[in-house]
């Protein structure tokens, strides 16, 4: 089975401009999260995403947004960005039980896009 | 509010010896506990997890994990280091009230041969 996939894997983009990022869950998954990895700095969580709704956000600006389709893809929004937007973004699905969200579900990451703002 | 101390931001180690990295945490509730493991231009593959079921965490190729509440940590071990073992190590914690992991700063391991 596939992993977690995530497009593009490298993306240089200019101060002010807009960048969409996308991910694509491992099969049966439907929980997604985003999480920004800033060069030396361990994983932030942006958003988690669960049955297209959003089901949390950490202390990001407004400019980034996200949503999550009907099969379970998603994308990741920033708009005008900033020289500190620059980091590796990461994408991970995990599978979600009868009970909902717990913590002990395992978050599989993708290989991430790496974004420079020049 | 929850968090995760990694004491060493760089362990340098012989191969063949045995791993340590160390991890503390601090949180109100009985949290789960994760390890990540990053090798370069890649993304993040899980180590182990603790989920409360026993307190010696056994993950892949051959590292455990020890939950000592007492002491708030989950310390990473490995009996010998294998040059293939060079990477960073995310220690992490997450609650049932968040939705979110909340990762370690990371410890850089270093095998020297």
């Known amino acids: 089975d596939a992993g977690v996939t995530q497009s593009p894997t490298h993306l240089i983009k200019t101060r002010g401009q807009h960048v969409t990022l996308r991910c694509s869950p491992i099969s049966g998954h439907k929980s997604v999260s985003w999480y920004q990895q800033v060069l030396g700095q361990g994983p932030q969580f942006i958003f988690q995403y669960y049955e297209k709704e959003e089901r949390g956000r950490g202390n990001f600006p407004d400019r980034f947004s996200a949503r999550q389709f009907p099969n379970y893809s998603s994308e990741l929004n920033v708009n005008a960005l900033l020289l500190g937007d620059s980091a590796l973004y990461l994408c991970?699905?995990?599978?979600?039980?009868?009970?909902?969200?717990?913590?002990?579900?395992?978050?599989?990451f993708g290989p991430g896009t790496r974004l420079t703002v020049l | 509010a929850q968090s995760v101390t990694q004491l060493d931001s760089h362990v340098s180690v012989s191969e063949g010896t045995p791993v340590l990295l160390r991890c503390n945490y601090s949180?109100?509730?009985?949290?789960?506990l994760f390890w990540y493991v990053q090798h370069p231009n890649k993304g993040l593959q899980l180590l182990l997890k603790?989920?409360?079921?026993?307190?010696l965490v056994k993950g892949i190729n051959g590292f455990e994990a020890e939950f000592k509440k007492s002491e708030t940590s989950f310390h990473l071990t490995k009996p010998s280091a294998h040059m293939s073992d060079a990477a960073e190590y995310f220690c992490v914690v997450r609650m049932d009230s968040s939705y979110k992991l909340i990762f370690g700063s990371g410890t850089r391991l270093l095998v020297r041969p």
């Open positions: 991970a699905s995990s599978s979600v039980g009868s009970g909902g969200i717990r913590s002990t579900d395992t978050q599989y």
């Open positions: 949180s109100s509730y009985s949290p789960s």
């Open positions: 603790y989920t409360s079921a026993a307190t």
